[in-house]
T-cell receptor, first 114, second 111 residues
């Protein structure tokens, strides 16, 4: 079945540094979603991507839908302590859309040192 | 939190007892989902609903059942809870063409 591989699994960075993480799949996705989860809370949608090659920003966050449709990237610029959390990529299963069944990556745990 | 309320937020129960978790939404969204989150496995879909009384299985549906008698409520039932069902359970909602939005979760411990 479809699997999403996120890397890195965890990151320890200094406040102010930029962060890059990615998500890859052996299958094509039509939509890529990036979520952030804070401790004790549910995942919160950060960015949704719907077209190959699309580059979308949300404040200090920028995400890209890979041209091959098998990968996506999330970048965070000038990290701050509140960026700490788990970042998940997700996409709909084959033949679906974002309201269908989603496959999630394992998550990237981000720690920011002041 | 996109108008999603999960109840209870925490529950401790014993093996073999029935457990029902509730997800209530105020967004009038058509689609509702139940996930479980476990270390090393990320979020995995248990069941989902694409309308009132219309439900389907996800990837880890064994041991779980669901019901949706109203648009706003989606219930997840563990008929006879087992220790392997100790997890954090998340409800999500979405509307046609839109991404899923999640509730704050229910932490369930089965002793």
């Amino acid at each position: 079945g479809q699997q999403l591989n996120q890397s890195p699994q965890s990151m320890f960075i200094q406040e102010g540094e930029d962060v890059s993480m990615n998500c890859t799949s052996s299958s094509i996705f039509n939509t890529w979603l990036w979520y952030k989860q804070d401790p004790g809370e549910g995942p919160v949608l950060l960015i949704a991507l719907y077209k190959a090659g699309e580059l979308t920003s949300n404040g200090r966050l920028t995400a890209q839908f890979g041209i091959t449709r098998k990968d996506s990237f999330l970048n965070i610029s000038a990290s701050i302590p509140s960026d700490v959390g788990i970042y998940f990529c997700a996409g709909p299963r084959a033949g679906g859309t974002s309201y269908g069944k989603l496959t999630f990556g394992q998550g990237t745990i981000l720690t920011v040192h002041p | 939190d996109a108008g999603i309320t999960q109840s209870p937020r925490h529950k401790v129960t014993e093996t073999g007892t029935p457990v029902t978790l509730r997800c209530h939404q105020t967004e009038n969204h058509r689609y509702m989902y139940w996930y479980r989150q476990d270390p090393g496995h990320g979020l995995r879909l248990i069941h989902y609903s694409y309308g009132v009384k219309d439900t389907d299985k996800g990837e880890v549906s064994d041991g779980y059942s669901v019901s949706r008698s109203k648009t706003e409520d989606f219930l997840l039932t563990l008929e006879s809870a087992t220790s392997s069902q100790t997890s954090v359970y998340f409800c999500a909602i979405s509307d046609l063409g839109g991404p899923q939005h999640f509730g704050d979760g229910t932490r369930l411990s089965i002793l």
